[in-house]
């Protein structure tokens, strides 16, 4: 036998959960089919006459040793280790109830297909299944995908849930110019009046955003004008995306830049406008 510490057992597990690459250092450790092959066993045959009824209460594969150890691995997460010498039928009693506890609290349960009411997900903020739905919208509106966006609205999202800034769908499209993001919740029902924690709506968020455009539009327009060389415009480009790089959202995305603004609100009506430098068309407008 190998004398360890369950710091250390737990660092092995977590090689095993990530990969076969060390968490810390991004060393491989154990090639990928190592890593198959080793997780099928633990999951078959680690607890011994006891893995059957292991895996199908907590769902992540195990081995425990006649000493009172037993090491956990959840897949693309962590690995936890447990030490409680007393045994029942040759496995730690305590250890056993450790990992049912666990996998109550938490998501860890491999074959679960969603969580459970009583449950929290530590691979996002907040830890909820609503946090998480509410980061995928996020990110949806940031790319722009429409589809994504009426998948997750068809599976009950709220299109106007927020996240921990009180970010809403619709204010890191405008952000973004995801337009056709814009539309569609719009068309779900977005409130372009929704109040981030600074205070800014979807329709202040469009506003900066036409103002940046049109701002470095003249920039270039000047410099093109005092017959600027190519490496000046090109830094003028590159000033460009460093300014909408600070004020960008935390979401993957696209910034559309010139080829589509988001435009103004007037006083009698509230209005999203696009203007889209390769062809003006008036029925981008999307007006509330």
């Known amino acids: 036998s190998v ?16 990969g076969g690459k ?8 154990f090639s990928t089919r190592t890593v198959r092959n080793c997780l099928s066993l633990l999951a078959s045959c680690g ?19 006649r000493q009172g150890a037993i090491l956990g691995v959840v897949p693309r997460f962590g690995a936890f280790c447990s030490y409680s010498p007393p045994l029942h039928h040759g ?10 506890e666990l996998t109550r609290r938490f998501n860890f349960h491999q074959y679960a297909p969603q969580l459970r009411a009583e449950q929290r997900d530590p691979r996002v903020l907040g830890g909820t299944l ?10 949806a509106a940031a790319a722009d995908d429409v589809i994504e966006i009426t998948n997750l609205h068809a599976r009950g999202v709220d299109v106007n849930c927020a996240d921990y800034d009180r970010r809403t769908a619709l204010h890191v499209a405008a ?25 800014r709506t979807p329709l202040d968020e469009a506003s900066r955003v036409a103002q940046e455009n049109a701002a470095a539009d003249a920039a270039a327009a000047a410099a093109a004008a005092a017959g600027s060389s190519g490496r000046e415009h090109r830094s003028s480009t590159l000033a460009r995306s460093a300014s909408a790089t600070r004020v960008g959202s935390p979401y993957p995305g696209r910034r559309n830049g010139g080829h589509r603004r988001v435009a103004q609100r007037t006083a009698s009506s509230t209005a999203l406008r696009v203007d889209d430098d390769d062809d003006d068309d008036d029925d981008d407008a999307l007006t509330t």
């Open 3 to 18: 004398r360890v510490t369950t710091a250390q057992l737990a660092t092995v597990g977590a090689v095993l959960a990530n």
């Open 22 to 29: 060390h968490p810390m250092t991004g060393e491989r450790v």
């Open 130 to 139: 609503r946090d998480r739905f509410t980061s995928m919208l996020l990110s």
């Open 175 to 199: 952000a973004e110019s995801s337009l056709d993001a814009v539309a569609r919740l719009l068309a779900l029902g977005a409130d372009p009046r929704a109040v981030d924690r600074w205070g």
């Open 91 to 100: 496995v730690s009693e305590r250890g056993a109830a450790f990992f049912t």
């Open 47 to 65: 607890m011994y006459e006891h893995s059957g009824e292991f895996i199908f209460h907590n769902g992540m594969p195990a081995k425990s040793a």
